[in-house]
Each structure stands twice: as C-alpha cells, then as structure tokens.
C-alpha cells in the first residue's frame, strides 16, 4: 500500500519566455497535498540474480519477459539513505533508492518532514497540520545494501519540486535492482522557489546547475563505490546509468545523456527539447537510448513538442502517450483539485495568482483523466523495461511492445526507432 504525499512541477515549452506564470500556484500546491494509491502487483517468475549481456550486475532474470513483467515491485525490498554531495561549492542533499535483503525490508518505513523541503519564513506561517506532514520513501532507513553490483539511475525533478516527487517510480526502479539517486537541485526547487516567491524577487533559474548537480550526484556515487567505509562500497556498475527526469528535469537529463558516455538510458517524462527549435535552450540529443512519455491531457508539455523532440533524438528510440493523462501524472500530485482550492488557499497566504493560471495546477488531475492507479502501473512498467532493454538485462523489447494491447485504456501511441 502506498499512500504518497506529493510535490509536483510545471514546466512550459517555452522555458525561456513563459516560465514565471505558472509556477507560483505549482510551487504552493506541492505543498498543500496528500493523496493516496493502492499499489497493483502481479506475479513474476525470477530466475537468479545473474545478468544476462556480458554483465555481473545482481539485476534480477526475469523469463518470459512481457508488457507486464514489470508492473508490480521487484524481489528486493527498498532501502533509502539520505547523502549530501558539494555541487559547485553547494551542499545538496541526494535521496538514495537501493535494493536490499527482502529480509530487510520490515519495520518503520523511511518518511521524510515536509518542512525539510519548505523555506523558514513559510514554515512560520503555515499550520503545522500542513508542515508536521511526514512524506513516506516506500522503504528502510539505512539497511545493508544487498549482495552484489547494481546498475545506477539518477533522476531529476521538475522546477519547484523536489528530489522525492515521484517516489512511486524511485522505490519501484530499486525493487528492481537499481541504486537510484535524486540530487535536490536547490537553485531552482520548491524552497528555492517559494522563497523568492513570498520576498517577491526574480524567480530561479536552473542555468545548467541542475546538470552539475547529476554529474555531481554520478561523481560522488563513483568515490563511494571506491571507499571502503561507503555502505555503497564495490555495490555500484559505474559503466551502466540511466538518467530520468519529469518536466524540466527532463531537459537536464536530456543533457547528461548528451555528455556523459557511460548514460546507457535517457527517460524524458513529459519534458524534453528539439534542440534545433526556437525553445530548444542548451542542450543536445542524447547519444544513449530514449524513451519519451507525454499524456494526452498535458498543457504545459504538450505532445506535440515531445514528439518534435522525438523526431530530433537519433535511433533506438520510444514515444509512449498516456490517454487521458496529464502533466502531473508522472509525480506523486494528482487528484489533488478535490482535496485543494487553491484559490482560497493563495487568498489565505496573501499570494497572487492570475485566475487564467489556476487550472494550470491541476493539469491532469481532472474528472475525466487518467487515475494514478491506472497511469502508473504504465509508468512503472515501460521505465523498468526501457532501462533493462537499454542495459542489455533484455534482450527484446517485449516488456514496451506491448503495452497498447495490455493496457488499451491508457496507451493512446506506442511508437518506436528501434535500430539506429
């Protein structure tokens, strides 16, 4: 059972020009939400530990590999370690997702304070109702890393979020037998954020740090895994990452892939850019394999710049659209407009918010959108299998090709380069 509190994110097309608009209200209702989700779960057939593809990684076998190997959690249970990294003279703290023992995996779960991810001057003004909210990691404080070596994935959240904003993806990605971590990029997060919000100053920017920050998080995991006192100590394949990002996290990982050779899988969950385009900002095509998933119902991201940064990306290469789902759907955020008026809420605090932005903060989260226990089992299972594929642990795509038939409800395009 998972029952999320949630931070989410916006970003536009556009970044350079429209970015300030909408994210107040985003930035305020990540703060303000609880939400809860049931998770699906299925039986899989393990068979070992040993990777195929020339790798010792312990990522579990999994025979008969189909559209729904992956939608239930892997055989290991979920530990989560809090780090802090130097990124460019800053401290940034890296939540950290990692298999281990299933025996390990009782007790109290790992939650984190809300107020850890607010700034001062609102903690000071807000209920304690709302800043006493404990955010659940779904899994285990610093228990043993389990045996063996693990492939990494790094993840970045969205502007005015933070790094825990999709923890139903991070803890399910580690169930599978990946260390994920999630730096906070503290320039342009929801403290960041709020902060130049209620002082009314110019609103961040990510400049590129938020990449620094991944190159960072990657440098850190590499010194860990070579130091002998590191509870990461030997457990970490350098030479295997995926880069994930949601939203303009999305962008910054886009950039990783395009830079870093050992980036094996590029995931862009509705946020990534044409780089020829007038709005492509600084960035390049990935070099490593790409899957881009966009929803129907996103205005803020809509499809159709995906797909144009689709069509830019070189070959292996997937497009999932998600019918019916919109920008949030990809963070802990939805069904947030019936718990949530944001209207009062800013009227409250004293916030000014432009009417024509306030439905921008329930993008997705509509009557008539995707639920979350109908989006995310998608989710859970094209990520899982695009990075297996990518690394080389499948050796088909039979965990993406067929997803429409198994989920017709949700996929509304399943579109693949598979061959560069």
């Not at 429209?18 to 107040?24: G, K």
């Not at 998770?39 to 070992?48: I, K, M, T, W, Y």
């Not at 995931?267 to 020829?276: C, I, N, T």
Request: proline content about 6%; overall charge negative; charged content about 10%.
């Amino acid at each position: 059972m998972k029952n999320p509190f949630a931070a989410s994110d916006h970003v536009v097309t556009n970044i350079d020009n429209s970015r300030s608009s909408w994210l107040i209200p985003q930035a305020i209702l990540a703060v303000l939400t609880v939400l809860a989700l049931c998770a699906v779960g299925f039986a899989l057939q393990h068979e070992g530990t040993l990777s195929p593809g020339g790798s010792n990684d312990a990522v579990p076998v999994v025979s008969h590999v189909g559209p729904t190997s992956f939608v239930g959690d892997g055989p290991y249970g979920v530990g989560v370690s809090t780090e802090h990294i130097m990124s460019s003279g800053m401290d940034v703290p890296v939540e950290i997702w990692y298999p281990t023992s299933a025996d390990n995996a009782h007790g109290t779960g790992a939650t984190t304070a809300l107020s850890n991810y607010l700034p001062k001057l609102l903690s000071a003004i807000l209920p304690s109702s709302i800043t006493n909210l404990t955010i659940p990691l779904y899994g285990f404080f610093n228990v043993p890393v389990a045996q063996g070596q693990f492939p990494i994935v790094v993840f970045s959240h969205g502007y005015g979020g933070f790094n825990v904003q999709s923890t139903f993806l991070m803890s399910h990605l580690a169930s599978w037998g990946y260390v994920v971590a999630a730096p906070e990029h503290t320039t342009r997060d929801l403290a960041a954020v709020l902060s130049q919000l209620i002082t009314k100053q110019a609103l961040p920017t990510a400049n590129g740090q938020d990449v620094t920050d991944l190159t960072s998080t990657i440098a850190s995991l590499g010194t860990w895994n070579t130091t002998s006192s590191s509870p990461f100590y030997n457990h970490l394949d350098m030479t295997r990452i995926a880069a994930i990002g949601h939203s303009e996290g999305g962008i910054a990982a886009q950039q990783l892939a395009a830079t870093q050779p050992n980036v094996r899988a590029y995931v862009g969950l509705a946020g990534a850019v044409d780089p020829s385009a007038p709005d492509g900002v600084s960035t390049a095509v990935p070099k490593s394999a790409s899957l881009l998933m966009s929803g129907t119902l996103d205005k803020v991201v809509p499809t159709s710049s995906v797909v144009r940064a689709y069509d830019s990306f070189h070959a292996p290469k997937r497009f999932i659209e998600l019918n019916n789902a919109g920008h949030l759907v990809f963070s802990n955020a939805c069904s947030l407009a019936s718990v949530v008026n944001l209207s009062e809420l800013a009227h409250q605090f004293h916030v000014n918010i432009p009417a024509s932005l306030l439905g921008i903060t329930s993008d997705g989260c509509q009557v008539k959108a995707a639920t979350t226990g109908q989006a995310w089992p998608v989710i859970d299972q094209a990520v899982v299998a695009e990075v297996r594929w990518a690394m080389g642990f499948d050796k088909s795509q039979a965990g993406l090709s067929g997803l429409a038939s198994e989920f017709p409800s949700v996929i509304a395009q399943n579109t693949t380069a598979p061959n560069a």
